[in-house]
């Protein structure tokens, strides 16, 4: 890409999208074109085919999805299936037949089988079972990286894709309900801190090994990968370090500053016992992340006092 080359950021209010327009700014990409939900709404083909007949984007950041956690994607599979098979279909079909030179599609660890060998390599993709609990978001996240796969063989065309693991950082979700693990800690401590309650209750037993990458840090990969990389395969993204649910509250509950007791609801799912990714490829290719998880943390705790709390007063 060059300064003034013509990009598209799909999703751009969201937490991965904003932070891809932060990390294009910093390089000095300066023609970056933005529509919110209300102005192009992804999942109508006609929008979308209309938009990308009209503007003709050079280089298309694929970051728009339908996201949630555990509790969200048990109780709507159907509308994370849905929703997200259609936003990545039109968004990417529409690229290819307005000769979009190059896409990013931004996927999920989730898309590896839930008992994969750790940590994982993008080869073990499709090679037994899915974790139940975000199954459908899985498939449509498999769809949208094979539908690049596939325009790149039949095609030419050159479309990546990167999957990264679980994410966290300035403008998350922190719905009470429909969050992922980490905001959804954020709050449900910073309002026990408020509050004064003596404890607080977390889903499952705190066993579960997560890792986390802080979203500037995935932003830096994917404008890295735009410029750096081509090829059929994925590219994993992460830190290739993992703590268990239970340190991650610890640490959270610290970074809040709450003193209270954390008690367990064993009655509530796990999820993946673990979900490390490999990350070789990305660091053979030159790229490593920069952000330490409690300096992260302190950052996004900053973020959401910031930007969250003060806008629901």
């Not at 954390?262 to 009655?267: A, L, M, R």
């Amino acid at each position: 890409m060059t300064p003034d080359s013509k990009i598209f950021v799909a999703g751009h209010r969201g937490m991965v999208g904003s932070a891809i327009v932060r990390e294009l700014h910093r390089q000095g990409y300066t023609n970056i074109i933005m529509r919110t939900h209300a102005e192009l709404d992804l999942t109508r083909q006609n929008e979308v085919e209309a938009f990308f007949s009209y503007e003709k984007p050079e280089y298309v950041f694929l970051a728009a999805a339908k996201v949630g956690g555990i509790a969200a994607n048990s109780a709507a599979p159907a509308d994370f299936m849905y929703q997200n098979m259609m936003l990545e279909m039109n968004v990417i079909n529409a690229a290819w037949h307005n000769g979009c030179r190059k896409l990013l599609f931004l996927g999920s660890s989730c898309i590896y089988p839930r008992l994969a060998p750790q940590p994982m390599t993008e080869s073990c993709l499709l090679t037994s079972a899915l974790e139940p609990t975000n199954e459908a978001y899985a498939l449509a996240k498999i769809s949208g990286l094979k539908y690049c796969e596939y325009l790149n063989r039949q095609y030419g065309t050159d479309f990546i894709s990167v999957m990264p693991t679980n994410l966290y950082g300035p403008n998350d979700n922190y719905h009470p309900e429909n969050s992922h693990v980490l905001p959804a800690l954020i709050r449900r401590f910073h309002e026990a801190k408020q509050s004064g309650a003596d404890s607080v209750t977390c889903w499952g037993d705190g066993s579960p090994l997560r890792e986390f990458l802080y979203v500037d840090d995935l932003a830096n990969l994917c404008v890295f990968l735009m410029n750096h990389y081509s090829g059929n395969e994925t590219v994993n993204a992460g830190t290739g370090k993992e703590l268990t649910i239970k340190a991650l509250t610890e640490l959270v509950a610290d970074t809040v500053g709450y003193h209270g007791r954390i008690e367990w609801d064993t009655t509530r799912p796990n999820g993946t016992p673990r979900k490390l990714l490999d990350v070789s490829k990305a660091k053979a290719l030159g790229w490593t992340y920069k952000t330490e998880l409690p300096d992260g943390l302190r950052l996004t705790y900053d973020d959401f006092i910031q930007n969250i709390i003060r806008t629901e007063r």
